[in-house]
């Protein structure tokens, strides 16, 4: 008998004990099912005998059953129960939870829970004809779901002592210090940077935030949202916070409808006035909708900076990196879109026999119509990535000269310099960080939107924002 079978039967011995121990009417464990997903924890279905009937159960812990300590931005499993309790006690729909694992369990961090049914993908929450008669009511029902959480009662349920505190202000300098650090110049990062600045929410309210409510993070069933899950990242801050995120063009899935790509802005506040009685400031959702493209920008750097310095050489890691031009010419588009050129392939290459480009299709067809094909699970998924990365590069061979030269001369003549592109970037960076160079500048919006427009040209052509862009 192997080590590895050793582990697993150890694990569901434990884990047969804690559930009969703990989940009332349990008498048995009878299945134990890792399921796929959930990349910073640990999804299981259990099928249990409960009352003298078969029924399934689902437990989440942390990776490896690993004992965690408590960060501010993160937690931990035992308050995510917590946080799933509360909303449900204030009518938001979530799983009963049966039982916080301590540490006598043996199993980690974390807990067991109702299973609940629902479709968690937001492609097909947006897409299949089975939730067609339910999309049209979507947005108002996940606004009134976001102000039950928004009036959760921070004190009475205890979550005030056990989540961070973070206003707009300091959570925009949290992600401006994260996105310095890299040292990577990314000037409509910093002109979002400073708009957002400028543009401070002045209301105080702040309340439970989930902080990444959106379709892949509720169950939807043809009748409704089913449960709201993934509160890892919650914490007290801004309510608007909330409804801007999922209006941010990245969770819309290819979809033209702004909420979550099913629904209307409109909707979504009077779902959420009809609960809290509160209206809804449409530029105060704003803020929060580029704000979500401002964070996604960066964290998407964030995994480009991991592949460099981490020990995890995925190859998703830099290809999510490319996917920051996504989110920037989603600022581009809501604060300052407008006509811009988008550059034609230059052809012509001189080549060996074969040539550059034909080497690398080579590998990228390898890729898709072979170890696609004979891969399975997260092997096959990666095959398609480092298939689509390869695409990218392909499409720089074509783009990536003309492109680069374009936005060298631009910045040669607003400086009046020759120096070199990167330090150029640099001093744009610089000054829209410093206000040396306002934001109302034309020369500069013009310049930034279609440097951007053609870098994502090269990285995602058919990214809805990209499609946005050529609209003007």
């Not at 939807?220 to 089913?226: A, D, V, W, Y």
């Not at 001189?350 to 094909?373: G, K």
Request: net charge negative.
């Amino acid at each position: 008998m192997s080590a590895e079978v050793t582990i697993v039967q150890a694990f569901e011995a434990t884990l047969a004990r804690v559930v009969t121990a703990h989940v009332a009417g349990c008498s048995a464990l009878l299945k134990v099912e890792r399921l796929s997903g959930g990349a910073s924890q640990e999804t299981y279905r259990l099928t249990v005998e409960k009352d003298g009937i078969e029924m399934p159960l689902a437990m989440r812990r942390t990776p490896g059953g690993e004992y965690l300590e408590p960060l501010p931005a993160h937690p931990g499993l035992d308050v995510e129960a917590r946080l799933m309790q509360a909303a449900k006690a204030v009518g938001v729909p979530e799983p009963e939870v049966y039982h916080v694992l301590t540490r006598a369990d043996g199993l980690g961090d974390g807990f067991i829970m109702e299973w609940i049914d629902g479709e968690a993908l937001g492609a097909r929450i947006t897409r299949d004809a089975q939730f067609e008669s339910i999309r049209p009511t979507l947005a108002k029902e996940c606004g009134r779901i976001l102000a039950q959480i928004h009036s959760i009662d921070l004190d009475a349920s205890g979550l005030r002592t056990r989540l961070a505190e973070m206003t707009p202000k300091q959570f925009l300098a949290q992600m401006l210090e994260r996105y310095h650090a890299f040292g990577e110049p990314q000037p409509m990062i910093d002109y979002a940077g400073r708009w957002l600045e400028e543009n401070l929410p002045t209301s105080q309210r702040l309340t439970l935030v989930h902080n990444d409510f959106r379709a892949g993070n509720f169950l939807l069933t043809p009748t409704g949202i089913s449960a709201v899950l993934d509160w890892e990242v919650a914490h007290i801050g801004d309510p608007m916070r909330d409804l801007g995120w999922i209006c941010t063009n990245s969770w819309r899935f290819g979809s033209a409808l702004p909420v979550g790509g099913f629904g209307e802005y409109q909707d979504l506040f009077d779902g959420y006035s009809e609960v809290s009685g509160i209206s809804i400031d449409p530029e105060h959702v704003k803020f929060w909708e580029v704000f979500g493209s401002f964070w996604w920008a960066i964290g998407c750097l964030g995994m480009a900076e991991h592949y460099r310095s981490g020990p995890d050489q995925s190859v998703e890691r830099p290809a999510i990196g490319r996917r920051t031009s996504e989110c920037q010419i989603d600022c581009v588009n809501l604060l300052i879109p407008g006509a811009a050129d988008l550059l034609a392939s230059e052809g012509g290459e001189i080549a060996e026999m074969p040539s550059t480009r034909e080497l690398i299709q080579s590998v990228r067809d390898y890729l898709r119509d072979d170890a696609m094909v004979n891969l399975k699970g997260r092997s096959q998924f990666l095959a398609r990535v480092a298939g689509n990365s390869l695409d990218i590069v392909l499409r720089e061979l074509a783009l990536g000269g003309q492109h680069h030269q374009g936005e060298l001369g631009r910045l040669q003549a607003y400086f009046d310099t020759d120096e070199d592109l990167m330090s150029l970037r640099t001093k744009l960076s610089q000054g829209l960080r410093e206000g040396s160079i306002p934001l109302s500048d034309e020369r500069i919006q013009a310049h930034l939107r279609v440097t951007v427009l053609n870098q994502i040209a090269i990285d995602q052509p058919n990214y809805s924002g990209f499609k946005r862009a050529r609209m003007h």
